[in-house]
Every structure is written in structure tokens, then in C-alpha cells.
């Protein structure tokens, strides 16, 4: 009886194992747990206690912890504690721990609804609180002056403990204070810059009263309603931005003197360490020619214009400069000057003292300096265009030295004294790792080895690899995943998942090569799912992207097109059926691969796609392939609408209603187009999605596109 009971439980263990190993990803988990509970763990709020040199936090069951080098742990608070504070201070309490920023070792700030509080880690009590209105938006608070700058709805506001003030007053709501500008390009996330000190506040000025409104409709009251925007399109009238400076002590403004053309970008804002001046990278509409220019913080005057660079394509400034904290004379300037972002020490007139970085990658994350500023501390593609390191560089000699140990995708945090680096880095099969590491690259102590949350599903075999793009010479990087059971004698379909445009890249040395978990739900379906970062996409360079200049379209396709032709001559590849999906950009891909490649592709689903760049922005069409007027015919050809003629395959559009980035209009001018050439195409509309479509609707549309494959392909 014993020995039958031992056989059953050894039975029952190789059951469990076995079912367990064979778990199929339910279309929710795809794309609802891939951010939920199949997300690796991670440490919450990891960051490096402000001015404490050796310690650092995070955030761990609704407390805040803190830890030192050599492992000494202290818990600062909880929201158990916060409530209590909150309750005192006459504030809604809080269901979870709130993001939270150090302003010193003893003091942290939160934000609750619309207060800012000052809460003392020793006391457990709220020492300040800032309020805004309740309407306000786009906070930014300084630590220095505790002062929060915030809008209502076109104006600036600044807040205090002694109360609000108003520091604009534009009654016309074509007129936008302390806002984003330019269409959150060229680096821009914001519209309040504060000085270092807190004395002064910079803001971007918006005019757009010269911008036709555009039609955006609510289909969802009871009379649709109207919601114009702005929407500047590709050759014609853009806004106009100017730069405030708002000094708080006299509750005075001046406009910096920026002079004309008017629609030029005002981009990458950054103030000068002594608050005397500040700097702006400006580029012309043709967007072409940059300068760095200097003004006088308090009379508003051109100062001089340290630097100029130009290009036979575009110039794309993303950051502003950084001052040294050891010279105030100097400054850290992030260019693409040689072809690829490095970075480069200047002086205030202007000089160019050295080039810091150099070579064929790509500085993607400058991490911070030492105190003495004799190393930088950054991550780059230098490795692998698929993988991010840590590195310092010695300034004086440009000496590099990898600081991790692994291959993978890092991110870092220097301390306030550059002797820790806290790493946390993914690889293909390395879910997430966070280590504390010296500048010298010893690793003190592992922080977190996060599990394998998706070990109990069964996936077919994913890897990287290269090919050769189409001019024969560059490689190009791809990601293919097999179905779990893969059978080399039978033939599979294949899904190509396609984005191809610039500021993105999709073929990773992160978990599961960056893959998206809806191409292993369609591999499960018996799908081969494939990937190819063509010319035009991120961290590869200029001369990599910037082929794609003023015939968008045309080099992707060509690349995308290799990868087929690697895909026909595998056997296993069923050449007959062949499907494309992408979104926006990867939308105009597909758009590109079905109707110039009619023969090669049977089905494809183009998300939010652009079908004409004289209908997308002006920021960015216009980088990529001037005005129509400048361009007639690379409009032409890379116009979807004039490719009607050639579908053959079946064709699915989506789009969001409410998209203000490509507007529906673009979907609305292709299916006309389809009715007038008597094409078949289906069409699905998302009422109250905007560019994309979040939240447990994202659900839907991933099962509007799986079943339109499964039915078709």
C-alpha cells in the first residue's frame, strides 16, 4: 500500500511537472500580464538617498527602505505612517506608497492630489505643504525655492506656501504658457524650467492662433461633440514659441529677443550655473542648421551663438547642455556631429576643448560625473548596437573601461560621490538583476535576482541574428521565434512584426530578445514570428538613419524586403503565406510591404498608419522629408494612396477616432481611395482611442488582429 502510494505521488509530481511546463499564454496574458504578474520583480523607487553618499532606497510592501554599502538596513517610513500624517494634516490618505524624491537624508517630498508635501523622516510629520489648484497641471517643483510652477488650462502659475500667483494672464486659448512645444520633438517633455538656485523660471510661450483648428470628435455624449486641436501639418502655417523668464522676486517677465523666422524651434533649454544666462539650441524650420545660443537671463539680449552645426539632411538636437560643477566655464555638450552621439567638452566662448567619447556606437545615457569631474560615467552601444554597458571615460585622456560584467541592456544610477553604481540590466534569458557595483566594476552585493515568471509556459525557440540590409553591406539585426513544437519538415506561416522608423528599435538583448509577448501567443498558433530592424530605426548612427531622408518608405521596404528573401530560403517557411502587422510608422509599413509587394504578402493589419506625409506634422515630417513644396516628388511616391492600385492580399485598418497624432483622416483618405478603385479593405475604429489603444480595450484589438490572421493566413 505504501509503495502504490509513493508510485502515485511520484505520478501526480511528474503530472504537475510536465502540465506545468506546458502552460499556453491566454491572449490576456499576452498583453494585460505582460506589464501584471508576469513582469519580473523589480525594486520600487530605486534611487540613491540625495546627500548621503553611501545609501540608497527603495519601496517594498507599502514601505520605504533604505540601505547602505555594507548591507545595513533601515525602514524610514510606511504608508501606514504617511496616512497617519495625512489624516493630521487634514489630507486624503493614500492606498499605496506614493512616488516619493529626496530633498536631503531627513526629508522626502510626495505629491497628494493637488499638495505638495515636505515630510521629515524623524518626526514621521509633514513639515510643508505647497498646494495648487485642483485643476492644475504639468507641476514642476524646485527644491530649492519650494516654489511649484503648474498651469490651468493655456496659463503659468507658481505656488508656494504662502500661496498662488498667476504669471500669465492670455485670455485667448490659442495662446499656451509653460506647456510643451514643437510637438514634444527634439527632446522637449516639458515648459517650465526652473534655475538652479529657484530664483528664476523659464517657460515656452505658444502661439498657435495661426494653426487652423482641427476636428476631433467625441462620438460618445449624447450629440457628438466637438474637440478642435491644433494640428500643423507638413507645409503649412506652424506655431510660433517664444521663452519667458519669470523672476520671482519682482514678479517681473522678460521674452528672450530670438529674433525671426518665427516658426523656428526653440529646443533643449538649459541655464547657465551662476542664473546670469541661458542657452538654447535653435534650429530652422528646414531644420537643417542649429545654433547654440546664448541670452542674457535678465534683459532678454542675444548674447553670442557658441556653436553652429549644420547638415545636407537634418540636424536633431535631443539634449541640453550640461555645465561642469568644477568650472563653471565649461560645459558637456551630447552631439551627432561625427555620425554618432558622443560628447564633447566646450568652454562658454564656444571652443571645442575635446572630443570625450568616439567611435562607430552610440552614447545613449550619460550617467553623471565624480566630484573632481576626472571621469564621466555613461551607457553606450559600444559592445553591440543590441546591447547597453556601463562605462566611465577619463576625461583628460579618453581612456573607456566597461564597468558591468554581463551582455545584456543596462541602466544605471551613479552615486552622489561616483564611488557606487547601482546596475540593473535584462538579457534574453536574464528576466532582471540588480547589482551594487564600484566605478571600479567589483560587484559589492546582488540587490535582486528577479524569478522567471513565464517559466511554466512552453516557447518555441527565439534568437538574433544578422543579415545584410539592402545596399549589401550593412548588417541589419533580426529576431525570429519558432512555434513550441517545431517540426523542420512541415511549413509554418509567418507574421512579420514591422516598425522601421526612426527613434525605435525593436531587436534587443533584453528579456526574451524584446519580444512581444502577442508573438509568442501567435507562434503558439502555429505562426513563425519575425522581426527586422531596417535602416531608418535607433542607436545605429546617422548614416543609418538618416537613408531614409526625403523618401520615407522606400530603404525600410527594400531592408524589410531581405528579410523575406532570408525567410523564402528557409524550408520550413511556407512562401505562400506571409502576413505584416505594424502600428503608426509600422502602420505605413505595412502599408509600403502590401501594396508594393503584392506578391509576397497575403494578409496584413495596419494600425494608425500614415497613408500621406502632407497630412502628418510639421516637426516631424518635415525632418524626414521636407515640405511638399520643397519635395514634390518624394510625396508622391511615398503616398500610399497613389499604391491603391496594386492590393491584392486582405487588408485590415485600425485606428483610434481620437488619434492627434495620425489623424484618422489618413485612414478615411485610404479607404476612399480603395471605394474608388474598387478595392476590398476592412476597417475597425476604436471610438475613444486615441494613437493606441490602452487598458483591457488593448485586449480587443489584439484579438481583432490575432483572429484576422488566423482567418486569413
Known amino acids: 500500500m505504501q509503495k502504490t502510494l509513493k508510485l502515485l505521488v511520484t505520478f501526480m509530481f511528474i503530472g504537475a511537472t510536465a502540465f506545468a511546463q506546458t502552460r499556453q499564454l491566454t491572449l490576456k496574458d499576452a498583453i494585460i500580464g505582460r506589464y501584471g504578474q508576469y513582469n519580473p520583480e523589480r525594486l520600487h523607487q530605486l534611487t540613491w538617498v540625495k546627500n548621503s553618499k553611501d545609501t540608497y532606497s527603495y519601496v517594498e510592501k507599502h514601505k520605504l527602505i533604505g540601505k547602505n554599502i555594507k548591507g545595513k538596513e533601515v525602514e524610514y517610513t510606511s504608508t501606514i505612517q504617511i496616512n497617519n500624517a495625512l489624516r493630521a494634516a487634514g489630507q486624503d490618505t493614500l492606498k499605496r506608497f506614493p512616488k516619493i524624491s529626496w530633498i536631503n537624508p531627513d526629508e522626502i517630498l510626495f505629491r497628494n492630489d493637488n499638495h505638495f508635501n515636505l515630510y521629515q523622516l524623524n518626526s514621521q510629520h509633514i513639515t510643508k505643504t505647497i498646494s495648487i489648484k485642483p485643476e492644475g497641471k504639468f507641476a514642476d517643483f524646485n527644491a530649492k525655492a519650494q516654489k511649484v510652477a503648474f498651469t490651468v488650462d493655456n496659463n503659468l502659475w507658481v505656488a508656494d506656501e504662502n500661496g498662488m500667483t498667476a504669471i500669465t494672464d492670455d485670455k485667448n486659448l490659442g495662446i499656451v504658457n509653460g506647456q510643451h512645444v514643437h510637438r514634444r520633438e527634439f527632446g522637449i517633455t516639458k515648459g517650465t524650467f526652473w534655475s538652479p538656485k529657484g530664483d528664476l523660471l523659464a517657460f515656452y510661450r505658444k502661439d498657435e492662433t495661426m494653426v487652423r483648428d482641427y476636428p476631433i470628435v467625441d462620438f460618445m455624449t449624447r450629440e457628438a461633440e466637438l474637440k478642435s486641436v491644433k494640428y500643423p501639418m507638413a507645409g503649412m502655417k506652424s506655431h510660433h514659441v517664444t521663452l519667458g523668464i519669470y523672476d520671482c522676486k519682482t514678479q517681473k517677465t522678460v521674452f528672450l529677443k530670438t529674433g525671426k523666422p518665427l516658426d523656428h524651434y526653440l529646443t533643449n533649454i538649459a541655464w547657465g550655473p551662476a542664473e546670469k544666462y541661458i542657452y538654447i539650441a535653435e534650429l530652422n524650420r528646414d531644420q537643417d542648421d542649429m545654433k547654440l545660443n546664448q541670452y542674457d537671463a535678465t534683459t532678454g539680449d542675444f548674447v553670442k551663438t557658441l ?33 554618432y552621439f558622443h560628447v564633447y567638452l566646450y568652454d562658454t566662448s564656444g571652443k571645442i576643448l575635446k572630443q570625450i567619447t568616439k567611435g562607430p556606437w552610440e552614447v545613449t545615457d550619460i550617467l553623471g560625473f565624480d566630484p573632481a569631474e576626472k571621469y564621466m560615467y555613461f551607457v553606450s552601444t559600444k559592445e553591440s548596437p543590441i546591447d547597453r554597458n556601463i562605462y566611465k571615460v577619463q576625461i583628460s585622456n579618453g581612456k573607456i573601461t566597461r564597468l558591468d560584467k554581463a551582455d545584456g541592456t543596462h541602466q544605471a544610477l551613479l552615486s552622489d560621490d561616483g564611488k557606487y553604481l547601482l546596475d540593473t540590466y535584462q538579457s534574453k534569458n536574464v528576466p532582471r538583476v540588480t547589482n551594487l557595483i564600484t566605478n571600479k566594476g567589483k560587484v559589492v552585493s546582488n540587490l535582486l535576482a528577479a524569478a522567471n515568471t513565464l517559466k511554466d509556459f512552453k516557447f518555441g525557440t527565439n534568437t538574433i541574428f544578422t543579415i545584410k540590409a539592402a545596399d549589401g553591406k550593412t548588417d541589419l539585426y533580426c529576431r525570429m521565434i519558432l512555434p513550441a513544437d517545431f517540426d523542420s519538415t512541415k511549413k509554418y506561416p509567418v507574421i512579420l512584426y514591422v516598425y522601421g522608423g526612426p527613434h525605435a528599435q525593436l531587436v534587443r538583448n533584453t528579456w526574451h530578445n524584446n519580444a512581444r509577448f502577442w508573438q509568442y501567443y501567435m507562434a503558439q498558433k502555429g505562426y513563425i514570428a519575425f522581426t527586422v530592424d531596417n535602416r531608418g530605426s535607433e542607436n545605429r548612427g546617422a548614416a543609418f538613419e538618416n537613408v531614409i531622408h526625403r523618401h520615407l518608405g522606400i530603404n525600410e521596404t527594400a531592408d524589410q524586403m531581405k528579410g523575406i528573401d532570408y525567410l523564402k530560403s528557409l524550408p520550413y517557411v511556407d512562401k505562400n503565406r506571409i502576413g505584416v502587422h505594424g502600428w503608426s510608422f509600422g502602420g505605413f509599413m505595412t502599408l509600403n510591404l502590401m501594396l508594393r509587394h503584392p506578391e509576397v504578402f497575403k494578409v496584413g493589419v495596419a494600425g494608425g498608419p500614415v497613408v500621406d506625409w502632407k497630412m502628418y506634422e510639421v516637426m516631424y515630417g518635415e525632418r524626414y522629408m521636407d515640405t511638399p513644396q520643397e519635395n ?71 484579438r481583432k488582429v490575432s483572429d484576422y490572421f488566423l482567418q486569413n493566413l
Open 307 to 339: 556653436y553652429e552645426e549644420t547638415s545636407k539632411t537634418y540636424v536633431e538636437p535631443l539634449h541640453p547642455i550640461v555645465f561642469s560643477k568644477t568650472n563653471p566655464n565649461h560645459f558637456y555638450r551630447w552631439s551627432r556631429k561625427d555620425g
Open 632 to 702: 514634390p516628388e518624394g510625396y508622391k511616391e511615398c503616398n500610399m494612396l497613389n499604391h491603391v492600385s496594386s492590393l491584392k492580399g486582405k487588408l485590415m485598418l485600425i485606428h483610434g477616432a481620437e488619434d492627434q497624432t495620425v489623424v484618422m483622416q489618413q485612414s478615411m483618405k485610404f479607404l476612399r481611395e480603395c471605394i474608388k478603385q474598387q478595392k476590398q479593405v476592412d476597417f475597425f475604429v476604436y471610438p475613444t482611442s486615441e494613437h493606441n489603444v490602452h487598458g483591457i480595450d488593448r485586449v480587443h484589438l489584439m
